[in-house]
């Protein structure tokens, strides 16, 4: 048997088009909803969700 090489940590990009903005809107909707469940407990945690939740509007805005 052949040994196996993987790559930990590799990515795959977004494709463009409308697959990229649907990913992208989904992760956006996540981000949001991540920071309206932490925004008790801890605010810092939620301005880090919110503010990835701007950076892909912006990309989304921009694709669209």
Same mark, same amino acid.
Do not use: H, W
């Given at each position: 048997?052949?040994?196996?090489?993987?790559?930990?940590?590799?990515?795959?990009?977004?494709?463009?088009? *409308?697959? !990229?903005?649907?990913? &992208?809107?989904?992760?956006?909707?996540?981000?949001?909803?991540?920071?309206?469940? +932490? *925004?008790? !407990?801890?605010?810092? &945690?939620?301005?880090?969700?919110?503010?990835?939740?701007?950076?892909?509007?912006? +990309?989304?805005?921009?694709?669209?």
């Amino acid at each position: 048997m052949n040994s196996q090489n993987c790559r930990v940590g590799t990515v795959t990009p977004i494709t463009s088009g *409308s697959e !990229a903005i649907s990913v &992208l809107e989904v992760m956006y909707r996540n981000f949001i909803e991540k920071a309206a469940d +932490v *925004s008790q !407990a801890d605010t810092r &945690l939620a301005e880090f969700f919110k503010r990835k939740a701007q950076n892909i509007k912006k +990309v989304l805005e921009s694709l669209g």
